[in-house]
């Protein structure tokens, strides 16, 4: 399979707990994106990688939230001290430089009890 | 900041008819892509637009790029029950280094057998 891959699928935590996820993209994409969905809504941007770099964060990214790309390939997303809030599928997708086609994971369901 | 408006909100239907969504935005967006989401699972990207008046298809699927550059449509044609899902419009205004995706709340389309 040669598309978006994240794992874990599905987190449950405890409200203050720190949590990692991790996605893989298809490879030779230099372009990463993290994104955040809750219920009802559409995907929101929280940050996006060019290769190692991290090129834009959004507001929505607390600095309780971390992403890392650190050999340009795959990435990680962190949440420390998680609160329920954070109760959301965390969705990644990754696309090649010099095109607006993002292809997306199938996403980590997070739920913060 | 900018706002995608998606509608309807969801639709119900009856097998074999043909569908029709849009989004509007009070702002100028440079492309548009138009994704799938079934449940527990990430988006799938179906048609991409570049430029104002495109129309593009992809199978039972046809998409416009509207003239103003504020809005897209979403046509599909005899509609099967695998169609069932949210469809969800993005965004995107294209220059620089930003490359982040701005969402509709999507259309929840069921179809009845």
């Known amino acids: 399979d040669t598309g978006v891959s994240q794992d874990p699928r599905h987190k449950i935590t405890k409200r203050g707990q720190n949590v990692t996820f991790r996605c893989d993209p298809i490879?030779?994409?230099?372009?990463l994106y993290w994104y955040r969905q809750t219920l009802g809504q559409g995907p929101e941007f929280l940050t996006y990688f060019q290769n190692e770099a991290q090129l834009e964060k959004s507001r929505l990214l607390s600095d309780r939230f971390s992403a890392e790309r650190p050999k340009g390939s795959f990435s990680t997303l962190e949440i420390q001290r998680t609160e329920q809030g954070d109760s959301a599928m965390y969705l990644c997708?990754?696309?090649?430089?010099?095109?607006?086609?993002?292809?997306f994971g199938p996403g980590t369901r997070l739920t913060v009890t | 900041g900018q706002q995608l408006n998606q509608s309807p909100q969801s639709m119900f239907i009856q097998e074999g008819e043909d569908v029709s969504m849009n989004c509007t935005s009070s702002?100028?967006?440079?492309?548009w892509l138009w994704y799938k989401q079934d449940p527990g699972e990430g988006p799938v990207l179906l048609i991409a637009l570049y430029k104002a008046g495109e129309l593009t298809s992809n199978g039972r699927l046809t998409a416009q790029f509207g003239i103003t550059r504020k809005d897209s449509f979403l046509n599909i044609s005899a509609s099967i029950p695998s169609d069932v899902g949210i469809y969800f419009c993005a965004g995107l205004v294209s220059g620089g280094s930003n490359y982040k995706l701005t969402f509709g709340k999507g259309t929840l389309l069921t179809v009845n057998p």
């Open positions: 997708a990754s696309s090649f430089v010099d095109t607006y086609e993002q292809y």
């Open positions: 702002s100028i967006f440079n492309t």
């Open positions: 490879s030779e994409h230099n372009r």
